[in-house]
């Protein structure tokens, strides 16, 4: 399914084929979680390089219902997108909205924000959504506890991350009939040998890919980035490796020298939707008046749409106006900035040039312990 293609340190490129689709890595996954990434086209998607997008099985379980979706074709026909598709599975949830969920050692309660409705989700419930739902590769539910956190709440979340991800791998196998990946997520925080235990029992179980989740929560970036350079190789090489939540652009390369493969955020086009965009090795915030009048593009070397056709003044006043074509043009700039990033970290992984690219983001070569 995975094959690595070459190798630069601990860098690597490869090929994920999957249901007669391939994906390109390293790569960066949009997000689209109630099945659209927000105020973008699928056309717009793919033209500015996405190859694969991830979409939330928990939000499209509570709305529409994941039988709407089978009503309506599948999820690659509701999303318009017949590209690959990841699911997650309801695990950041438990994260996220920790304040109206409650857990236990069978799986995850919680009161639906639209209308107040129990939803119950536990492994086995999460392997039939995204059956149903058919997505290309579908994310086991886990335990992802906010940090910081103690000892004794990170094992428990390791626990509870093995047993559930047991039950989601041994249901999977009995009612899959279509081919469908099943990844798995490693917890345990900044605790490294929690990590190595998590990782120990997931690599047990023989999933198709293997993911590190529960980073990116509140730890900052420079321990994000030495988390990444101590992980990765915990996993399987012939698997790919998955680095949940990380969009922030020096983060992203940061991993893939650490020898990551894919990655997936809102961050960009959250911020692009509300005018914040990446330049450089910052980001620029369009609203500051100091944009008004301002000349030229985004940025003079990329090529998306927005930096081909608008100057930032421009894009500037529709911005403030409203109108929401400025919303999407800065998101495609922030897409196409983070697959332009990648595309790069590819091509300097397979020339030998890593440390120039390093370099130039003023990024030091990872060396795990």
């Not at 579908?138 to 992802?144: K, N």
């Not at 790919?240 to 020096?250: D, H, I, T, W």
């Not at 529709?318 to 109108?323: R, S, Y």
Request: aromatic share 6%.
């Amino acid at each position: 399914m995975f094959q690595a293609q070459a190798q630069w340190g601990l860098a690597r490129t490869g090929q994920l084929e999957l249901r007669g689709k391939q994906l390109r890595t390293p790569a960066f996954l949009p997000v689209g979680t109630y099945g659209n990434v927000k105020g973008v086209s699928p056309d717009q998607l793919a033209a500015v390089g996405a190859e694969m997008i991830l979409a939330n099985a928990y939000h499209l379980h509570d709305r529409p219902g994941e039988k709407d979706v089978v009503r309506f074709g599948g999820l690659h026909r509701f999303m318009s997108w017949d590209r690959l598709i990841l699911t997650d599975s309801g695990g950041f949830q438990v994260f996220s909205l920790l304040d109206i969920a409650q857990l236990d050692d069978e799986g995850v309660s919680f009161r639906s924000p639209v209308d107040g409705r129990r939803l119950r989700l536990g492994p086995r419930e999460v392997v039939e959504i995204q059956l149903a739902l058919d997505s290309d590769i579908a994310m086991v539910l886990d335990h992802c506890p906010p940090l910081p956190a103690d000892r004794a709440a990170l094992a428990t979340a390791v626990r509870r991350t093995t047993a559930w991800a047991r039950a989601a791998r041994e249901h999977h196998a009995r009612h899959d009939r279509r081919g469908q990946a099943q990844f798995a997520i490693v917890q345990g925080g900044l605790d490294d040998d929690l990590r190595r235990r998590s990782a120990a029992e997931l690599i047990e179980l023989d999933f198709d890919g293997y993911a590190i989740g529960g980073l990116s929560v509140g730890e900052g970036s420079a321990a994000l980035q030495a988390a990444a350079a101590r992980y990765a190789p915990l996993l399987p090489p012939d698997r790919l490796r998955y680095l949940m939540g990380v969009g922030r652009p020096a983060d992203v390369l940061a991993a893939i020298a650490a020898g990551f493969d894919v990655f997936d955020c809102v961050l960009p086009t959250r911020n692009g939707r509300h005018g914040t965009v990446f330049r450089g090795r910052g980001k620029i915030h369009l609203r500051s008046g100091r944009y008004r009048g301002a000349e030229g593009p985004l940025d003079e070397d990329c090529d998306c749409v927005a930096c081909r056709g608008w100057q930032v003044g421009v894009l500037r006043h529709h911005l403030v106006v409203g109108d929401p074509l400025a919303g999407t043009l800065c998101t495609l700039h922030n897409l196409r900035f983070l697959f332009r990033l990648v595309e790069r970290a590819r091509a300097a992984i397979e020339a030998g040039t890593m440390p120039d690219l390093l370099d130039e983001w003023e990024l030091p070569q990872p060396r795990p312990d």
